[in-house]
């Protein structure tokens, strides 16, 4: 019989911070989602800069998020809470500054993973998706708001990974100079040849052609809830698979509109508006190198791996 017992994690991202309450299912793998909450705060802002670190604003809009998602989490009374941090906290100069903060209000520690580490709970967690347990080889990527991961698994395991710094918000901040004005081509394509070519210098092989590529993230939630929004569903019941003709047609509707008018699409976050043309044009350019014309997007991100690991799935 498996523990049953509930527990929380926290996930510390450079666009938003998320809050998964859950407890294991009653079949192998299974985790029984209880209660979810994503708070936009973006504590990545200012992450292109060559000193890359984390503002005093953001340290305290990040740690009052933080306290507030951990008295929702107290109300399920969770056996156990953990709060991991990636790329934004990763990278700043002053992330210890951020996690004292935190562990003085909450009396809980952040637990900073490296790439290698996040790749490996993604993968935890994406092995409790019901709708992939039978794909055994997949190649898996999410972008945030400072990177961009890609994975490739074979039977449970992680043959290659690697963490570039292609996220959302950095890629904004170094390429979009009116972030309230219409994105023109010119702009699309310095972002997409720095996407290639970064991809190209990685070295990451993204062969054999007929292995599926499966996406996690905010991008994508955010994408396909856009998507299910204009076919006049909910996120829930819209496809997971994510064509390329999706995303260039969402991707050239955005980028026609200035700021204002993408704060009010349906299911597009404000918040999150100005960097997902960014992130847009980053994934088509992931398809075109990985020679795909689809991905599958998953729910089971990090937040499920570390689930998993503290149920000891």
């Not at 029984?32 to 708070?39: G, L, Q, R, S």
């Not at 898996?140 to 890609?150: A, N, Y």
């Amino acid at each position: 019989m498996p523990n049953r017992e509930t527990v929380a994690a926290i996930d510390v991202g450079s666009n938003s911070i998320k809050l998964l309450v859950a407890r294991a299912g009653v079949s192998p793998l299974k985790i029984e989602t209880i209660f979810v909450e994503t708070i936009e705060t973006r504590i990545s802002a200012g992450i292109s800069r060559e000193l890359p670190s984390l503002t005093d604003s953001s340290i305290k809009t990040g740690t009052q998020t933080i306290i507030e998602l951990v008295r929702l989490a107290r109300i399920y009374e969770p056996r156990e809470i953990q709060i991991v941090a990636t790329s934004a906290v990763r990278d700043a100069m002053n992330g210890l500054d951020f996690i004292a903060a935190v562990n003085e209000a909450t009396g809980l520690t952040i637990r900073v993973l490296s790439g290698t580490q996040e790749a490996t709970y993604i993968g935890k967690g994406l092995a409790c998706d019901p709708a992939i347990k039978e794909v055994d080889r997949f190649i898996q990527m999410d972008i945030g708001g400072g990177s961009l991961e890609l994975i490739r698994f074979n039977q449970g395991k992680i043959d290659q990974a690697l963490s570039l710094q292609l996220g959302a918000v950095r890629l904004s901040e170094r390429f979009i100079e009116d972030r309230d004005a219409c994105i023109g081509p010119d702009t699309e394509a310095t972002i997409r040849e720095h996407v290639c070519k970064a991809l190209d210098e990685s070295g990451f092989s993204f062969s054999p052609t007929n292995e599926p590529l499966i996406a996690t993230g905010g991008a994508f939630s955010v994408t396909r809830a856009v998507l299910a929004a204009e076919a006049g569903t909910t996120i829930d019941h819209f496809r997971a698979q994510l064509n390329l003709e999706d995303i260039i047609g969402l991707k050239t509707k955005l980028m026609a509109l200035p700021l204002h008018e993408r704060m009010s699409v349906p299911h597009l976050p404000a918040s999150r508006a100005d960097i997902v043309p960014t992130a847009l044009i980053t994934i088509e350019q992931v398809l075109g190198s990985a020679e795909r014309d689809s991905l599958t997007h998953s729910l089971y991100n990090l937040r499920y791996g570390i689930i998993a690991e503290m149920l000891g799935l």
